[in-house]
Structures are given as C-alpha cells and as structure tokens.
C-alpha cells in the first residue's frame, strides 16, 4: 500500500516508494512536451479538402434581365402654329393697348397679338396698317389668340392717307356748361354765330378750300 503522500493514480502501486517520487517528476515535464507535440501536429496536418460538386444548373444559367420600369412621361402642352397674314392694328384699349392682325388670309377673321410684331428683316416695330405675315402659335385650334409670334414680314405698306379730292362731312357741337363745384355755369355759344363761322365768307369752308386748291372741301349740306 502507498504511503498518503503518494497518489495511487499516478503509480498504479506498481513501483516501489523510492520510484514513486521520481515517476511522477518525470510525467510533470512529459506532459507539456506531449502538449506542445500534439499542437504542432495539428498544425501541420493540412484540412481535408471538401468533396467537388458539379455546380447547380440553376446557378450556371444567367438571370433572366427584368425590363426597366416604364418611365412617366410628361405631357408637353401642344402649340399649334399657323402661317397667317393681314393688316396690322392697334387698339388703345385699357389698361394697355392690344394689337390685331384683321382680315387675315383673305377672311374676316382676326387674331390678337401677344406685342407689336418686330420685322425679322430689319429689326423694327412694324406700325399699324400695314400688311404683315407672321406665324402665330395656339394653344389649341378654338383660340385666335397667339400666345406668341414669329417671323413677322411686311408685305404690304400702309394705305397713304387720301388728301385730295376729299369731301369732308362735318358734325359741330356747341356746349354750355352748367354750374357745379368744379367749375361755374357758363353758356353755349350762339349756333348761327358757328354756322357762320364754318360756311360765312371767309370761313373754315373757304379756307380748307383754297389752302387745298379745292381739293378737300366741306359738304355744305352735311354740315350739321
């Protein structure tokens, strides 16, 4: 039987007492040698290489492309332009004035210009009366209203103003002003002292006459 300070494990009391001191010296140093063997060993010995599979057919074959989703399309506001001519005018309506161009394309139609059209030919406003051809642009073709104008020409100077051979028809007026706070009352002028004024010898009659070499004279019959 060992004696107690001797572990019965470690010498499976197979060695005498003098051994049993140096057996188990000798197993403290074997182990961290052991230790140290077996780490290097499994780090020497290489993984074993997984076994080779032939690829999935699923994953060989390329992915189907999707198509890319359908953009949003804007809807651009249609402009209708049409190549129009006609006589330029200019109406002073409030609080600016609107131009026209009337009679266009040998019709009675008119259309309403956005400005006073600029002759591309020479970069100046085109005054009115005058026979212009321009394109103009519609919304849609109900409208004859341009929203915008270009190209504009002239084709046709404006009609001189006839001065000769001129019978004027005259409407003469004569007011009297009744009293108010703005103003005080004040009477007319006498109607035959202005009759006379206009047909009297000497009178605006005679002098458009003979000014024009009776070429513009006053219907005497008409002046009212």
């Given amino acids: 039987m060992a004696r107690p300070n001797c572990d019965p494990r470690w010498i499976f009391e197979l060695l005498p007492y003098p051994w049993q001191r140096c057996f188990h010296s000798f197993l403290l140093l074997l182990l961290p040698l052991v230790a140290t063997s ?5 780090a020497a010995t290489p993984p074993s290489p997984l076994p080779w599979s032939p690829p ?17 399309t804007i809807a651009a506001a249609s402009v209708l332009s049409i190549y129009i001519k006609g006589k330029l005018q200019y109406r002073p309506t409030k609080p600016v004035g609107s131009w026209l161009l009337t009679s266009t394309n ?12 600029v002759d591309v030919l020479l970069g100046q406003e085109i005054s009115p009366g005058r026979g212009v051809s321009l394109t103009c642009f519609l919304h849609n073709t109900s409208t004859t209203t341009c929203s915008n104008i270009t190209n504009a020409r002239v084709t046709q100077a404006a009609m001189p103003i006839q001065a000769t051979n001129i019978t004027l028809g005259m409407l003469v007026m004569v007011l009297s002003l009744s009293n108010s706070s703005e103003c005080n009352s004040r009477g007319g002028a006498n109607v035959t002292q202005v009759q006379n004024a206009f047909l009297g010898p000497n009178g605006y009659a005679d002098f458009f006459g003979n000014c024009s070499y009776d070429m513009m004279v006053f219907d005497r019959q008409k002046l009212t």
């Fill in 38 to 42: 077996l780490l290097a060993l499994d």
């Fill in 56 to 72: 999935s057919p699923l994953l060989t074959r390329p992915l189907p492309l999707r198509p890319p989703p359908p953009q949003p």
């Fill in 106 to 117: 040998g019709s009675s139609t008119s259309y309403a210009l956005p400005n006073q059209p």
